[in-house]
């Protein structure tokens, strides 16, 4: 059989409850060998088993240099991530991967980087923000636009907190809906475009979200003199097998599991935000 | 390609002693429950003797006739498709220790040598689509070179075309031209033989009979029967770029129209020779101690097939048939350099409300062209 099918054991080292629906879990193979061969990037992504339950795909959000750990954040909203909610340390589970074609970080070396996200705990904008912050001197200004729908979902404040703390680093939130104290932007995110401190002329960006939030992103940077080949776009289908055979993650031509996730919006805006798709 | 030469009909289980020879089991049409299907058979007794079918938007149906010879039909449901690319497999099972400690056992089948008796042009243009998708460098399936490996392919030119039949208008039929070791034109007293591998060669080799040399007016004949054959069909695809007519069309009110009569079955994508899509299934013993990990054909039909975290993204009929109808004459060009429909018109016959996938195809560019 393919191995690449077939998930390797791995235990749960860490479990972290990030929001009541949020969740991270720091994952390690039980074969250190496999510890040491495994290698990834950020945008990419695993298919995490649980005994008797089944896969899911999950996106990365350690640092590809961290060895310790592969810490995966998922949000409880279906059978395989209900079961992976119960999971404690010194669980067994499944890992299969990494898969997919990451964030482009080449293009970002070196340059400005914007970073535009809605939605809770956006797993493949962490990765590539928290690779951009431990290698900060490899890149110029830095832009990150986080939105929620309401201001109580927002997770990783300390974070958030800290990144904005960094040199040549800029960090908007937005609400749809604020709660007490909220003291960012009520609104969404594609209105704090225009405060954005970096010429999006010159950046790559990268935007993680619902379609539509990411469809109406890069229709306003567009306008504002965005060229579509420096805007990426991390796109989510129904994922089964991970290895383009399943067919469940096609989007138009493109298989999202090994041509995406991550896909420059220049090769997909024929398709972006339509229904149906 | 020139013909080897003449099998007479009473000597064809000449042919299949030969492949009994090599060590090969033989799938061949036989008539099962009312339809032709691929069953495991040892003689041409056994091929269906005097059957017509009569193929129709939403109906098959076999006939009985006087005619002597065994292929006079167009294709049932299912031909190669199910052979190479199972409609369930287990791909690998997990075991759980008392300590919660997992092991995962790949599962591995060790297919026969088979030789399919009878395979058709265009199911043999369905396995070269197929073999792209699930043989390709980024996505190679072990499971399907395995058995794809031990496939001894013997084709039979089809003469009797469906009226659901348009596979002229493809280029993938009636004719055969690649992807088997033998391939055979019926004639009323025996078979025009074609050898095209070395596989081929080999069978014919083993064979304890000399063919004869092929008369020029059997060969006239031949030629005859398989230009008729594409003649025959009245079903064509539009003479259009379908990818360009597909891109315009999205938006439709065609995709509406389809959806009050298409019951979003599936039907269509279980008959079609080149659809791939398959589901992973998870079966937890009842003992708690172990689980079977599976795949099962699937269609994008389904409600499942576009869930994701909490919600469908092809909730609506026209969504999925035109999400089948583009991928099918669109997408492919793109994944795999041409359409994925060969003409086999299976999605026509047995669809059970007998939507045409041509007819829907010409209702558009009439649309395109005249709003």
Redesign the interface.
Known sequence: ???R?????ATVITRTQESPSIFSLGLRF?DSALNDQYSFQPGQFNML?V?????VPISIVSDPQQTDELVHTI?N??RV?QALSTLKPG????IRGPYGRGWPLQAAHQHDVLIVTGGLGCAPSVSIINYIMSRRHQFGRVSIIQGVKHSDDLIWQTRYQEWMQQDNTQVLLAADVAGHGWSWHIGLVTELLPQVELDITQAIIMLCGPEMMMQATAQQLLSSGANADQIWLSM???M??A??????C?Y??DFIC?DGPVFCYSTIQ?RLG???? | MTHTGFLPRDHFDKLFDALQSIGAECIGPVVSAGTIAYQPLSSSTQFPHGVHDEQAPGSYRLTSTTDARWFSWANGAQAIKPLVFAPLET??R?E?DQQ?????V???ENPALTAIIGVRACDLAALALQDQ??LNE??????YARRRQQLILIAVNCTHPAATCFCHSTGDGPQASSHFDILLDELDDGFAVTTASTMGEKIIQAMTLELETLQPAQLDEINRANRQAGEQQSRHLPAVDLQQLL?TM?ESSRWQDIAQRCLSCGNCTSVCPSC???????A?AAD?LS?T?S?QW?S?FTH???????QV????T??RY??WLT?KF??????YGRSGCVGCGRCISWCPVGIDVTEELHAMVNEAQHG
């Not at chain 1, 669980?91 to 499944?94: A, E, H, M, N, T």
């Not at chain 2, 980024?138 to 499971?143: G, Q, R």
Request: with cysteine.
């Open positions: 059989m393919d191995n099918l077939i998930p390797m054991e039980t088993y005994f008797g339950i089944g896969e949000r909203v279906g991530t669980d067994r589970l499944g989510e289908r129904n089964q097998c290895t383009g055979l399943c067919g469940h096609q138009g031509a090994k024929d339509r229904r149906g798709i | 791909l690998w997990s759980r919660g400690k997992l092991c995962f790949a599962h591995q998708h699930f980024h996505s190679y399936d072990e499971a891109s999205q791939f899509c398959h589901s992973h299934q998870e937890p708690g689980s990990h795949r699937d994008c499942g097939h576009s869930y994701i975290h909490g993204i092809r909730k609506d026209h969504q035109r999400q991928h669109s997408g492919w060009f793109q994944q």
